[in-house]
């Protein structure tokens, strides 16, 4: 059980366009979802915080507006990167939890911005 | 503010033991959890520990002192499908089980 999915699992896009990505967890209903970003051969840096109804929690140093994040309900939560840039190009992961200490981790989506 | 930190690199041979140390500095600390990484894949969870003491789970165990903000992951009886990542996180109260991670420390295992 507690299987979290991710779409797509890697998207190119032109600099200047939006990227969707989609955050599900499949057997579980997730009352929070996390999404990280992580750069090749470094840690997973905590991007924003999002519970299904409210508005997500962004950390220090993440631009909102830049990254749109919608939880639509109980099993899915979506991450909008706008007006895509190469320095956004980057692996995407989100996780998702019950409501106790353990996170689930999606497989992620690899974007890259051309 | 907050920061963990563990060793960049493990290296080790099949059948050895390995441990992995993580200090951390933070506020409202609840528990550390070891999350394994292999590349280009999904983080997946290893152990946690809210309380003092030694957690073990088959071949990985996993410590925690909280007076001295440390921690450590160890793997016994090494196998080459052990080479990966290995991020000690930890949880942070204040709501929603919050996890900051370390940096990583990869462990390659060599026959």
């Known amino acids: 059980g507690a299987v979290v999915s991710q779409h797509p699992s890697w998207v190119i896009c032109k600099s200047g366009t939006s990227v969707k990505i989609e955050c599900r967890s499949l057997d579980f209903q997730a009352t929070t979802m996390f999404w990280y970003r992580q750069f090749p051969k470094q840690s997973l840096m905590l991007m924003a915080t999002s519970n299904e109804g409210s508005k997500a929690t962004y950390e220090q140093g993440v631009e909102k507006d830049k990254f749109l994040i919608n939880h639509a309900s109980l099993t899915l939560s979506t991450l909008t990167v706008t007006s895509a840039h190469p320095e956004d190009s980057s692996f995407y992961i989100c996780?998702?939890?019950?409501?106790?200490?353990?996170?689930?981790f999606g497989p992620g989506t690899r974007l890259t911005v051309t | 503010g907050q920061s963990l930190e563990q060793p960049s690199e493990v290296t080790a041979v099949e059948g050895a033991i390995v441990q992995i140390n993580c200090t951390y500095q933070t506020s409202g600390f609840y528990g550390l959890s070891w999350y394994q990484q292999h590349d280009g894949g999904a983080p997946t969870f290893l152990s946690y520990n809210a309380l003092d003491g030694l957690e073990e789970t088959g071949r990985f165990s996993s410590f925690l002192s909280r007076s001295d903000s440390y921690g450590y992951l160890l793997l016994q009886e090494l196998q080459m499908k052990d080479s990966a990542s290995y991020f000690c996180a930890v949880t942070r109260g204040g709501g929603y089980n919050k996890l900051i991670f370390g940096a990583g420390t990869r462990l390659a295992v060599h026959p």
């Open positions: 996780s998702a939890t019950s409501g106790t200490y353990e996170q689930y």
